[in-house]
């Protein structure tokens, strides 16, 4: 048996705070597709550049619902990480105790070892109705585009063999900041991929622009919007604000690869 099944065998899911594990409460739909989101990620390969496990993550939705997704010979340790830390489980000194618990039997169990460089968490953000987008910030360079398009893309590169929806900052027919919209685990829900904007262009509201649009053109088509931001991503948790969608939860996941 490998890593990836030795993990998947051990893992344990636990709802807390009152929230019962049938999720029937709208923020824990968060946590429903959080955990399609974990199977992935224990599954993904050549990740920055090597071979990445997740085996602890916990979610906290800003209605106080905490997920956890942990071994289970790990459950107790990550229970009394929530007694101590509380509302403190995003801060570093946490995240530091944690992993000083857990690294060794990680080490010994699987030969995995803690990729410390990972140390940020995800903010993820959401908007389910037209009316709280900020469409005052759409701006008219804003255009839909595919993976095929004509249009030069200098913000970033675009894989012309993946099929893409994106919406772009359209300046003298180069494309200059663009959102990407990305349809996959679950069918109700719409998410913004990567965003990024050309260093020449940047602080002139194009990123918020091309978000709102992909999210206006998302909840026209039924869906729920979901933007995700690492915690070190100021201008990206600005942009996602600005454009009219809130916080719904916290992410942390702890990496762990190859002891190599």
């Not at 709280?132 to 200098?154: A, C, G, H, P, R």
């Not at 900041?177 to 685990?185: D, F, M, P, R, V």
């Not at 091309?210 to 100021?234: C, M, P, R």
Request: glycine share 4%; net charge negative.
């Amino acid at each position: 048996m490998n890593n990836i099944e030795k993990i998947k065998n051990e893992i344990f899911i636990e709802f807390t705070q009152g929230c019962p594990a049938e999720i029937h409460c709208d923020t824990c739909k968060i946590g429903e597709l959080s955990l399609k989101y974990y199977e992935y990620e224990l599954e993904r390969k050549d990740i920055y550049l090597g071979t990445y496990y997740i085996p602890l993550k916990y979610l906290y939705t800003s209605d106080k619902c905490l997920m956890l997704f942990c071994l289970k010979k790990h459950k107790e340790i990550l229970f009394d990480a929530i007694k101590r830390y509380q509302e403190n489980l995003f801060f570093q000194d946490c995240h530091d105790n944690i992993h000083s618990l857990i690294s060794d039997d990680l080490r010994k169990s699987f030969d995995i070892i803690p990729d410390l460089s990972l140390v940020y968490y995800d903010i993820l953000y959401t908007i389910t109705e037209k009316n709280e987008l900020n469409l005052s910030k759409k701006q008219n360079t804003t255009v839909k585009f595919d993976e095929k398009t004509e249009y030069n893309v200098i913000c970033t590169q675009i894989d012309k063999e993946k099929p893409g929806v994106f919406y772009g900052t359209l300046i003298d027919n180069r494309i200059v900041s663009l959102a990407e919209l990305i349809y996959g685990l679950d069918e109700g829900i719409a998410h913004v991929g990567y965003v990024c904007t050309h260093k020449d262009y940047r602080n002139k509201g194009y990123a918020i622009s091309n978000v709102a649009a992909l999210a206006e053109d998302a909840l026209n088509d039924g869906k729920i919007v979901i933007y995700g931001s690492g915690s070190n991503n100021t201008a990206s948790q600005k942009t996602a604000l600005t454009a009219g969608l809130v916080e719904i939860c916290k992410l942390k996941s702890y990496w762990f690869k190859k002891n190599e």
